[in-house]
């Protein structure tokens, strides 16, 4: 899997966007961006995944640039609730799969 | 569906003593997982498997075992505990037979385990 990079804490009021940037330099051809949300003392879940330009579902956006190298996931309006820690992973093939340190979102009241 | 079910969630042990966790999955998935999580800390990937009598290392695999000989079923051993190992144990999967591979995995709830 690719390495990537990505800020280790980020803080943000409730009610505004947040952007969490990974970086990916040796994102492959067939690699694929995903990005997962831990709260504390669960499992990881699935937000969203995409492979190029962006990918919106009912919970976050994805926006990958042209040359794939980095990606940003947008959580609009946040809320206490979405304190947590999120993961970018990069990969195709999705048999070793390896998690990074994550960042850490905490959202001020 | 109950998804992944991990059995024990808590467990606590003596320094030698050793154990099994199991992963159960009624998704199913091909691929499953077990990672370990250490406070303050990102999954480290302790052994995988692609399939039903397969398994492979991950990053941390020294100390731990695992069998996958039904498909459903993935199991962590530890032969002989030690401190060290005190974490939070997570099994995933991902997967499902005959279908596309996107790579989503999920995960259970977490098995606490303290090596005292």
């Known amino acids: 899997l690719a390495k990537t990079t990505q800020p280790i804490s980020m803080d943000s009021y409730e009610g505004q966007e947040v952007n969490i940037t990974c970086s990916h330099n040796?994102?492959?051809?067939?690699?694929?961006i995903t990005w997962y949300q831990q709260f504390p003392s669960q499992g990881p879940r699935f937000i969203i995944q995409g492979y190029k330009t962006k990918v919106t579902n009912e919970v976050a956006s994805l926006f990958i640039p042209a040359d794939r190298k980095s990606s940003t996931l947008s959580l609009p309006r946040v809320s206490l609730s979405d304190t947590a820690v999120y993961y970018c992973l990069v990969g195709g093939g999705y048999q070793k799969v390896t998690f990074g340190t994550g960042t850490k979102l905490q959202v001020i009241p | 569906n109950a998804g992944v079910t991990q059995t024990p969630k808590f467990r606590v042990l003596k320094t030698g003593q050793s154990m099994t966790l199991l992963c159960a999955q009624d998704m199913n998935h091909e691929y499953m997982y077990w990672y370990r999580q250490d406070p303050g800390m990102g999954l480290r990937l302790i052994h995988y498997s692609v399939g039903e009598g397969t398994t492979a290392k991950g990053e941390v695999p020294d100390g731990y075992n695992v069998s996958r000989l039904k498909k459903q079923n993935f199991l962590l051993g530890l032969e002989s505990a030690a401190p060290s190992q005190t974490s939070v144990y997570f099994c995933?999967?991902?997967?499902?037979?005959?279908?596309?591979?996107?790579?989503?995995?999920?995960f259970g709830e977490g098995s606490r385990l303290t090596v005292l």
């Open positions: 040796n994102i492959a051809t067939n690699d694929y």
């Open positions: 995933a999967s991902s997967y499902p037979s005959g279908r596309v591979n996107t790579g989503e995995l999920f």
